[in-house]
């Protein structure tokens, strides 16, 4: 399984001939545009999590007449800018539903935010979770009550995932929060049985370097945080190989 970085939480993947794409709203080094050129797949898979201006841009539409399905959180129908896309060939799904398609299964979960997270089971076995913009959202700077409601949040979201099994997990480790950064992605390890994972939500941020602290309270995994679109890695043996 191929995961090329697009921007911010977005990512393209492929999966045998199955071409998955997460929150494509930015693509600076035209990864998607290159692989839909060269049309070396069999279903195309366009998703957004929700229509926050980093998740969801509307020059996604240049690859309708590929897609398969464009599959899209349940905020982004009431937008304006949705109107532009086929409306055929659109799933807008709901916290906590389920569709099926040629190649893949796909479940959602809530936010902590706006939309809904992502897991999805491909026809080879592959399971990848893409949280949107779920996560701890502790702003050091908030109001205690706001801090303890954003933890109330998160755990009682956590808790429907509890032994979530999943190959690959995308998951928000936003520098803006600070000292507060790992919360999220620390509970998250904790509760859920996930073989790797990759930091997002960093735009800029350098990498990723996990703490102490996030290492004496998590098993140890194999964890990528790209910074640079383009960058591009190879998911096997529950590994990532650079390419």
Do not use: C
């Amino acid at each position: 399984m191929e995961i090329v970085y697009l921007l911010n939480s977005g990512f393209m993947i492929k999966d045998e001939q199955t071409l998955l794409v997460f929150d494509d709203y930015d693509d600076p080094a035209k990864i998607v545009d290159r692989a839909v050129n060269q049309g070396n797949f069999e279903y195309l898979y366009i998703f957004a999590s929700h229509a926050h201006f980093d998740h969801f841009d509307t020059h996604i539409r240049a690859y309708a007449d590929q897609v398969s399905r464009y599959i899209f959180s349940y905020d982004i129908k009431r937008t304006k800018r949705v109107k532009i896309f086929p409306a055929d060939n659109i799933t807008f799904m709901k916290k906590y539903s389920e569709w099926q398609g040629e190649g893949i299964k796909v479940w959602t979960y809530d936010s902590t935010d706006v939309g809904v997270s992502f897991l999805i089971e491909t026809d080879s076995g592959k399971r990848i979770f893409h949280a949107g913009d779920f996560n701890w959202w502790h702003w050091e700077n908030d109001t205690p009550e706001n801090q303890a409601l954003a933890k109330k949040d998160f755990d009682r979201q956590l808790k429907r995932m509890k032994g979530l099994e999943v190959d690959v997990a995308f998951f928000p480790v936003d520098g803006r929060l600070g000292n507060s950064q790992e919360f999220g992605i620390i509970e998250f390890i904790k509760n859920t049985d996930i073989k790797t994972l990759v930091a997002m939500h960093r735009v800029g941020y350098p990498a990723w370097t996990p703490s102490y602290k996030f290492q004496l309270e998590t098993e140890p995994i194999p964890i990528w945080s790209p910074v640079k679109p383009g960058e591009k890695r190879f998911f096997t043996d529950n590994k990532f190989v650079v390419v």
